[in-house]
């Protein structure tokens, strides 16, 4: 998913992860590729929103970037260097993260000083008394009382220890925040309060996201940019609101009608996927959404089944899908 013309300030190329899978003592080891081939940019004040379902290897991708995990094969650069085990300590003062569920994210036995300083000490900045000055202007900048600062997260509400791990996350004035799941478990009530904060904070200092969720409503709330990953794979790419307006993927226009409404008699929305998820272990030949692909089944294109899709770049997006290719249309819905 690259742009033309665009100065990226995180680059993957060609991205893969693989993991060795033991089903038990003379079984035969298995492997299993949880990214498969990703290339995306991130360009600086970007936010690209990364969806698809559970298991389809999105938070393993943001592994791969917070230097946590490293690819199987594959390059990643940070304005246009490298990235390497060399400098990965200095990268992690640029690209920081916020995880999911605030209460293990954060440790109960210290204070939120403690907590948002923790980085500062880590990598060594400033004196005890300047750290604690930089964590009450964080404080104050992340919608944090002042009488926080001795408090510690059991003392907090939910959304408070999620100010804190944003709070923490910036105190090193990072370029680049991965947000995996920032809201989802929150009360509804203030997950809209944490979104907002988190586009004010970008506008304020400059930030890059890259925003990780399954939760389409989060997604078109922040995203300028979205990715939609299924079985390790990028399977388009577009500007928001073009991919939300006329997505062109069939699993993501499956994932659009997948989306409850409040309307009073619908019920519950049927995506045509069916039940079952493809084994990861054991993956389809040719396009791995074939076996749940409705149009493929309908066009009768056996090329699906036989010969993974070409990457398809043009005006109105990126899509990876014979349906694209010119083999065929895209029957309408």
Known sequence: MKRNGSAAILELHDISRQFVVRRGLFKKRQFLKAVDGVSLELNKGDVLGLVGESGCGKSTLARILLGLLPPTSGTVLFNGAHV?????????????????????????????????????????????????????????????????????????????????????????????????????????????????????????????????????????????????MYLGRIVEANDARALFGAPRHPYTRALMQSVLTPEPGLGVPDNHLGLAYPDPLDPPEGCGFHPRCAPCRDAGLAICRAERPPAVRDREGWVECFLHSGSAELPSQ
């Not at 005890?128 to 907090?156: H, I, K, N, T, W």
């Open 84 to 228: 390497s085990d060399a400098n990965k300590r200095m990268m992690k003062r640029h690209i920081q993260p916020i995880f999911q569920d605030p209460y293990s994210s954060l440790n109960p036995r210290k204070t939120v000083n403690e907590i948002i300083a923790a980085p500062l000490g880590v990598h060594g900045i400033g004196t005890v008394r300047e750290r604690e000055q930089d964590v009450r202007r964080m404080m104050e900048l992340v919608g944090l009382p002042a009488r926080a600062f001795y408090s510690y997260p059991g003392q907090l509400s939910g959304g408070q220890c999620q100010r804190v791990a944003i709070a923490r996350a910036l105190i090193m004035k990072p370029e680049v925040v991965i947000c995996d799941e920032p809201t989802s478990a929150l009360d509804v009530s203030v997950q809209s309060q944490i979104l907002n904060l988190l586009l004010d904070l970008r506008d304020e200092l400059g930030l890059t996201y890259l925003i990780i969720s399954h939760n389409l409503a989060v997604v078109e709330h922040m995203a300028t940019r979205v990715a939609v």
